[in-house]
């Protein structure tokens, strides 16, 4: 069984999409909060960000946001988190998301929450971690996701071993007893360099 301190949301910044994937997003900060479990995410205020952050703040949880410079403005960093870090570049971002993180889930997003997802599927495989990784496909979100990591292990340039790199579940309640299920990790995290 793992011990989870602290779980990465990657989520669009986006206002735009299904009002299901914000309602969901605050539901889940507020299960995270509620669970005591620190939340890490990008630092916006806004889209499934701002609501995921809004919901663990409303549980009294703790929130890590991490946001760089150039972003600051455009996804308009959230004010009342925990901890705000405003760091230089994307990659220091990502490397400082990992690094505070014992899981990482991915709620609905754009290309920012694939490139995201894949870092971590990417350093799994290369067995720089083995944090767990959960996809969670709300009203079928990531099917063409799903779909695509098939086609990418049919055509053989991923081993079918792939997939046991992440989970997939429906609905958000589905998501903190699936990653307590993982075994304790027996990779020692270590920094990532860029």
Not at 45 to 58: P, Y
Not at 112 to 121: A, I, K, N, Q, S
């Amino acid at each position: 069984m793992r011990q989870l301190r602290s779980v990465c949301v990657y989520c669009g910044s986006s206002n735009e999409g299904p009002v299901l994937h914000r309602t969901e997003a605050r539901r889940f900060g507020q299960i995270l909060g509620k669970a005591k479990i620190d939340l890490v995410y990008g630092g916006g205020r806004v889209g499934l960000m701002g609501a995921v952050a809004d919901g663990a703040i409303e549980e009294g949880g703790h929130v890590v946001g991490i946001i760089p410079e150039h972003l600051m403005r455009a996804e308009v960093g959230h004010g009342s988190v925990s901890e705000l870090h405003v760091v230089e570049s994307m990659h220091a971002r990502k490397a400082m998301m990992f690094q505070r993180s014992d899981a990482f889930v991915a709620l609905p997003g754009g290309p920012g929450t694939l490139d995201e997802v894949f870092e971590m599927l990417t350093w799994r495989q290369l067995a720089l971690h083995d944090k767990p990784t959960v996809i969670c496909n709300l009203g079928g979100y990531w099917n063409g996701l799903i779909g695509l990591i098939d086609g990418i292990i049919d055509a053989k340039y991923a081993r079918p071993s792939f997939r046991e790199f992440y989970k997939v579940v429906d609905g958000i309640d589905e998501i903190l007893p699936l990653l307590r299920e993982e075994p304790p990790p027996a990779i020692p995290s270590q920094p990532q360099k860029f």
